[in-house]
């Protein structure tokens, strides 16, 4: 059974850094892209970042752009996601998934994770 499990989320102060991180067991990692969403209550799953398989290609949301930094380790099975300069409004369970496309749109990928909150004060 595929599993995903994203950690590296807290509490953390506006201007701060997190790292998360998403380990992927039971998939042939290398054969999938992998991104990131996040999600607040009430509000659609929001795409944050996106990598293809040999990492030669990455996409951003505009939100995360210049400040957020994905990236992958095939031989750890592990996406990445960087960010830095984080404000108020990045607050969210972020997830990790995998597809078999880069894709900005939720619905192009077959695995999630169970997601990891990330808190960040004003």
């Known amino acids: 059974q595929v599993q995903l499990v994203e950690s590296g989320g807290g509490l953390v102060q506006a201007g701060g850094s997190l790292r998360l991180s998403c380990v992927a067991s039971?998939?042939?990692?290398?054969?999938?892209?992998m991104g990131w969403f996040r999600q607040t209550p009430g509000k659609e799953r929001e795409f944050v970042a996106a990598?293809?398989?040999?990492?030669?290609?990455?996409t951003y949301a505009d939100s995360a752009e210049g400040r957020f930094t994905i990236s992958r380790d095939n031989a750890k099975n592990t996406v990445y996601l960087q960010m830095n300069s984080l404000k108020f409004e990045d607050t969210a369970v972020y997830y990790c998934?995998?597809?078999?496309?880069?894709?900005?749109?939720?619905?192009?990928?077959?695995?999630w994770g169970q997601g990891t909150q990330v808190t960040v004060s004003s």
């Open positions: 990598i293809t398989r040999s990492s030669s290609s990455t």
């Open positions: 039971e998939l042939t990692f290398d054969s999938y892209a």
């Open positions: 998934a995998a597809g078999l496309v880069l894709a900005t749109t939720a619905r192009y990928y077959s695995y």
